[in-house]
């Protein structure tokens, strides 16, 4: 093996001689240094993800109010007269939504301005909880620990939800038994237990199931929810990814690029 001496030279090259001989060779190193253009490009593709994400949950979530407003109530209403009675069944102890009654009429029309829709003048209705009903004779007798009645055109039913109901009027909510956020119960109807109702005008009365109506779209709500919130989470994910990505591309930036190094070897 031939003896060398190694070098540096002030252009970048470094000269290896070896000794005896008189060829030469020579290579050249390159020493390139990462830029900041991959973390940059894969920054902007995870905001772009991150912004997707965050567009899905949005849409998904405002589908949700749209479903509330599209429910029916055709298939959960049926007609019990002018007298029926309703058995309350709450056998998960978690509460019910319970039913509205209807009677047939404008909400929004009171002739005589007396403040109750007309369609409710000269009738007194009854909604007692079991065999609990009073011997009133004439007015409404109605047992407020079970149901919510007011026909006023401007009372408390009148901020109900009417989905699609039409022509009919909101004259009581019954059995609402589901705690507020403060664990509130409007309602306390006990589980196996009955609800009579009846008027004195001869007035056919409908009543809502909301349980059974709300049951399909809760279900739906669970499905929906989940897509939101695995949208809303992959696109925080991916946001923080981009920041990151883009935080190391900036520290890249106006690095200094080192030379290519050429080794050289001459022989003597």
Not at 37 to 51: D, F, N
Request: charged share 20%.
């Amino acid at each position: 093996m031939q003896d060398g001496t190694v070098w540096p030279q002030h252009d970048g090259q470094t000269t290896v001689q070896i000794s005896p001989g008189t060829s030469s060779s020579g290579f050249t190193i390159a020493n390139p240094q990462k830029g900041p253009k991959v973390p940059m490009i894969i920054a902007a593709v995870l905001v772009a993800i991150g912004l997707v994400g965050f567009l899905i949950a949005a849409v998904v979530g405002a589908s949700i109010e749209d479903a509330f407003r599209d429910l029916s109530t055709n298939d959960y209403t049926r007609v019990i007269g002018e007298n029926g009675t309703l058995e309350y069944d709450d056998s998960d102890m978690m509460g019910e939504e319970g039913w509205y009654l209807l009677i047939e009429g404008d909400p929004k029309v009171d002739s005589d301005g007396n403040g109750q829709a007309d369609a409710c003048d000269g009738l007194n209705f009854t909604i007692t909880w079991g065999d609990d009903a009073s011997s009133n004779e004439s007015g409404n007798d109605i047992d407020s620990k079970i149901a919510r009645f007011d026909c006023d055109i401007q009372g408390d039913n009148s901020d109900e939800e009417y989905f699609d109901i039409e022509d009919h009027i909101i004259i009581a909510r019954i059995c609402h038994t589901l705690a507020d956020e403060s664990g509130e119960k409007e309602h306390t109807c006990l589980n196996g237990g009955e609800v009579h109702i009846s008027n004195d005008g001869g007035v056919n009365m409908s009543v809502v199931d909301l349980d059974e109506m709300y049951e399909p779209f809760v279900e739906d709500l669970i499905g929906i929810g989940l897509v939101s919130g695995g949208s809303f989470f992959a696109g925080c994910c991916s946001i923080c990814g981009g920041v990151l990505a883009l935080f190391v591309g900036l520290m890249r930036v106006g690095g200094k690029k080192s030379p290519e190094q050429n080794i050289q070897f001459q022989s003597q």
